[in-house]
C-alpha cells in the first residue's frame, strides 16, 4: 500500500512548522530581557548636606521634586528614567530662577545612586553622586559612611572598641562593610578638631545602613550625624542596590535547542521518506 502523498507532506511539515515555533520561543527569551534591561528605571536619593544653603525646593527637570527640604534629611530611594536631567536647589519659596545650585547629572539604567547637595560659598555650591552598591548576603548587613561636612577634616569610625574604616576624607564615602545584625553603638572620631559622634543603629539582615556625617564643626548647623536605612528596591535584582547584578541570561540554552531542532528535522525527513517507499 503506498503512502497518500498528503500524509507524507504532513509528516515532513509539522516537525518544521513545530522547529519554526521553538525557534521563536527561544529568540523570544534572548531578546526580551535585554530589552527590558534597558528600560531598567535609576534610583536616586538626595541628602541636603549644603550648611549654607538653608531650607530649600528641589527641582528635576523643572518640576518640582521635593519641598521645603530641610538640611540633614535624606530621602527615600525614587525611580527615575535614565538619562541626563537638570538638578535645581533653590531657597524654599524663591522659586527656580534662583537656584543656588544648578547641575546636570546623567544616570544609568538599573544604577542606585546618593546625590548630596553639598559646599559652602567659599569653597562652592554642588551636588557630589555616590554610586551605592548595596547587594547583602543572608544572615549579614551592610554599612558605608558618606563624609559631607566641610571643616572637619577626615574620619575614623569605631564600633565595640574597634576600627572598621578609617581615613575618609570630605565628599568620600566609605567601603561597603559587612556586618552582623545586633544594635551596636558607631563613633565618629574626628581627630583633626578632636571631636567624636556616636549613635546607635539597629542593623537588621538584607538592610543598608547609611551613615552621613553632615554640618559644620564649631558653627551652624551643627556637626551631626544622619542615619538611613533601606532593605531593598522594587525592580532591581537582588537585596538594596545592587547596579552590578543583571538579569539571569537563558542564552545557554540556545546551542542545545539549536541541536535538538535540527536532529528533529533530520529524523523529520528520514521518517518521510521511508513512509512514502511504503507499499
Not at 165 to 189: E, M, R
Amino acid at each position: 500500500m503506498k503512502l497518500q502523498p498528503s500524509l507524507a507532506l504532513l509528516v515532513r511539515r509539522v516537525p518544521v512548522a513545530l522547529g519554526i515555533l521553538a525557534l521563536l520561543a527561544c529568540i523570544s527569551t534572548q531578546v526580551l530581557p535585554a530589552r527590558a534591561q534597558t528600560t531598567n528605571p535609576s534610583f536616586v536619593r538626595i541628602i541636603h548636606a549644603s550648611p549654607e544653603v538653608g531650607t530649600a525646593d528641589v527641582f528635576v527637570d523643572g518640576a518640582k521634586l521635593l519641598s521645603s527640604f530641610q538640611f540633614g534629611t535624606v530621602t527615600d530611594y525614587a525611580a527615575i528614567p535614565p538619562g541626563p536631567h537638570k538638578v535645581q536647589i533653590a531657597l524654599v519659596g524663591k522659586g527656580i530662577g534662583a537656584s543656588a545650585i544648578t547641575q546636570t547629572l546623567a544616570v544609568s539604567p538599573g544604577v542606585a545612586y546618593t546625590v548630596a547637595a553639598i559646599g559652602t560659598k567659599a569653597t562652592g555650591l554642588s551636588l557630589e553622586v555616590f554610586i551605592d552598591n548595596n547587594l547583602v548576603a543572608p544572615g549579614t548587613a551592610k554599612l558605608r559612611v558618606y563624609h559631607l561636612s566641610p571643616n572637619a577634616g577626615s574620619i575614623n569610625v569605631a564600633t565595640q572598641g574597634k576600627t572598621i574604616t578609617s581615613g575618609v576624607t570630605y565628599q568620600q564615602a566609605g567601603q561597603y562593610l559587612a556586618l552582623p545584625q545586633g544594635s551596636p553603638t558607631f563613633n565618629v572620631i574626628a581627630p583633626q578638631v578632636n571631636t567624636t559622634l556616636s549613635i546607635s543603629a539597629t542593623l537588621k539582615t538584607i538592610s543598608v545602613t547609611s551613615i552621613f556625617v553632615v554640618g559644620m564643626f564649631n558653627s551652624t548647623p551643627k556637626l551631626e550625624l544622619v542615619l538611613a536605612q533601606t532593605t531593598g528596591l522594587p525592580g532591581l535584582p537582588g537585596t538594596g542596590s545592587d547596579p552590578n547584578v543583571q538579569p539571569t541570561s537563558s542564552q545557554p540554552l540556545l546551542p542545545w535547542l539549536l541541536g535538538a531542532l535540527a536532529c528533529l528535522l533530520i529524523g523529520s525527513n528520514v521518517l518521510a521518506r521511508r513512509l512514502t517507499r511504503v507499499r
